[in-house]
C-alpha cells in the first residue's frame, strides 16, 4: 500500500520548486493531486510529467491574493475527486525587493507581502477545513521558513508573515485536532535547484556558498528534501504529530557561523 494510497491532496505553487517535487513524489505513493499555481502552463508541465508517468493530478489555476480563487481551488478537489485529504500551503511570493529593515519599510511592500505569505494561508485554512471534516479530517502542511524564527537584517515582512504561518499552524492544530484535522509547518533553510546554481550568475553561486559554510551538512539543501518531509507530515505514520514547526535546514539553525567565519580566516586555536 503506497503511503497516500486513496487521499486527494491540494499543493498550491506546484509549478516549481518545492512544490513542484511534492506533487510528483505525493502522486508517485498515491495520491490524487491538485496542482495549483498562478503559473498554470507550468502546472500544466509538471501534471503532465505526473499523468505520463501513470499518476494521477490536475492543474488548478489560482492567485493566493485572491480568496475567491482560493476557495474555487478548494472546491475544485470536491468536484474532481470528491473529498479533500492534504492541503500543502506553499506558494509565496517571494519579491524582496522593497523589503526591507523595519525603519525604511514600505507600507504597501509590508500589507501585500502579508497578504500572499499569511493572509493567503488562513483563507486555504479556512476554506479547506469543512470539506476536511466531511471524511473525518486531514493533514494541513503550510510553508513557513526559518526566517519566521530566526528574523534576518532584512526582509522583515516576509519573517513577520512566516512567524505568522508558525502561530496560525498552531492555532489550527489546537482548534480542530479534536475533529482529526492535523496541521503542521515546515521551516526550510536555502533550497535550491543544483541545476539553477550550476547554471547561475556567479553571484548566485557566491551566495549558495556562504550558506553550505554556515550551516552543519556538506550541501544546501534540494526541493526533494522538503518534499519527503512533507510526504511524512501528509501520511498517517506522523498521526500523532501536530502543531508543530519542522526546521529543514541543514542544521543552520543551530549551526554557529562565527565558526565558520573564523576557520575560513584561517585563525585557529
Ligand atoms: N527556497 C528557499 O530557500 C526557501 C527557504 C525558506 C522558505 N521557502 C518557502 O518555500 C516555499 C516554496 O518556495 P520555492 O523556493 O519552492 O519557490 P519557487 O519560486 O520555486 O516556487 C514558488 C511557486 O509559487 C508560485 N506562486 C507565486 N506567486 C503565486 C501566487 N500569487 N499564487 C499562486 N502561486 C504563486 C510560483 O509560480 C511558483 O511556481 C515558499 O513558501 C517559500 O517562502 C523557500
Known sequence: MKRLENKVAIITGAASGMGKATAKLFASEGAKVIAADINIDGAKEVVKEINDAGFTAIAQP?????????EEMVLAAKEHFGRLDILHNNAARLNFSGD???MNMDIDEWTETLRYN????????????????????????????????????SKSAYSVAKAG????TKSTAIQFGKQGIRA???????????EIVENGHESLKQYAQIFEETKATPRIGIPLDIAQLALYLASDESSF???????ADGGMTVGNPTISAIKKAGIGW
Not at 62 to 70: F, L, N, P, W
Not at 184 to 193: F, K, R, S, T, Y
Not at 241 to 247: F, H, N
Request: proline share 6%; charged share 10%; glycine share 12%.
Open 118 to 153: 499569511l493572509t493567503s494561508v488562513m483563507l486555504g485554512t479556512k476554506f479547506a477545513i469543512p470539506l476536511m471534516l466531511e471524511n473525518g479530517g486531514g493533514s494541513i502542511i503550510n510553508t513557513a521558513s526559518i526566517a519566521g524564527i530566526h528574523p534576518e537584517l
Open 165 to 168: 504561518v508558525i502561530s496560525l
Open 184 to 194: 503542521n509547518a515546515i521551516a526550510p533553510g536555502m533550497v535550491l535547484e543544483p
Open 62 to 70: 489560482v492567485d493566493i491574493g485572491s480568496a475567491q480563487q482560493i
Open 241 to 247: 504529530i501536530t502543531g508543530q514547526v519542522i526546521s
Open 100 to 102: 526591507v529593515d523595519v
